[in-house]
């Protein structure tokens, strides 16, 4: 399979500095890049085919589903934010420390499927970075 609808092969794919996952309008993970592996703790393999709701333990909050459809249905775009929704997903640092993120959610391609996930760290008046480095 190729174009907006098939898995991505795309080297620039995994070395992209943020979390990137695209979504079916079932919600199951099509592409899962390597800055998720690395935050999530969760393989591409695994989480490719799953449910978003289904890959976290305590699930995904309503906000985020919401926001999910909305771009499925509606092709709207969200941003999902730390400061109204800390818990968002149980993703690490490579230290193990809760890494604050953002979601920015939208619609891309032909089909409704989602781009997800925009990750960082930050820490007070500092700047941002990816899970593997350090601020």
């Given at each position: 399979?190729?174009?907006?609808?098939?898995?991505?092969?795309?080297?620039v794919?995994?070395?992209?500095?943020?979390?990137?996952?695209?979504?079916?309008?079932?919600?199951?993970?099509?592409?899962?890049?390597?800055?998720?592996?690395?935050?999530?703790?969760?393989?591409?393999?695994?989480?490719?085919?799953?449910?978003?709701?289904?890959?976290?333990?305590?699930?995904?909050?309503?906000r985020?589903?919401?926001?999910?459809d909305?771009?499925?249905?509606?092709?709207?775009?969200?941003?999902?934010?730390?400061?109204?929704?800390?818990?968002?997903?149980?993703?690490?640092?490579?230290a193990?420390?809760?890494?604050?993120?953002?979601?920015?959610?939208?619609?891309?391609?032909?089909?409704?499927?989602?781009?997800?996930?925009?990750?960082?760290?930050?820490?007070?008046?500092q700047?941002?970075?990816?899970?593997?480095?350090?601020?």
């Open positions: 399979m190729s174009g907006p609808d098939a898995p991505h092969d795309d080297p794919f995994d070395a992209i500095d943020t979390g990137l996952v695209l979504l079916d309008g079932d919600h199951r993970v099509v592409s899962w890049n390597a800055w998720m592996e690395a935050a999530s703790g969760i393989p591409a393999r695994t989480a490719r085919g799953q449910r978003l709701e289904d890959l976290f333990a305590g699930g995904i909050p309503s985020v589903s919401t926001a999910i909305d771009a499925i249905e509606l092709g709207a775009s969200s941003l999902v934010t730390h400061s109204l929704h800390p818990k968002m997903f149980p993703l690490r640092t490579h193990g420390k809760q890494l604050i993120h953002n979601v920015s959610i939208r619609s891309i391609g032909r089909r409704p499927t989602l781009r997800c996930l925009r990750g960082y760290r930050c820490r007070r008046r700047r941002c970075s990816r899970p593997g480095r350090s601020s």
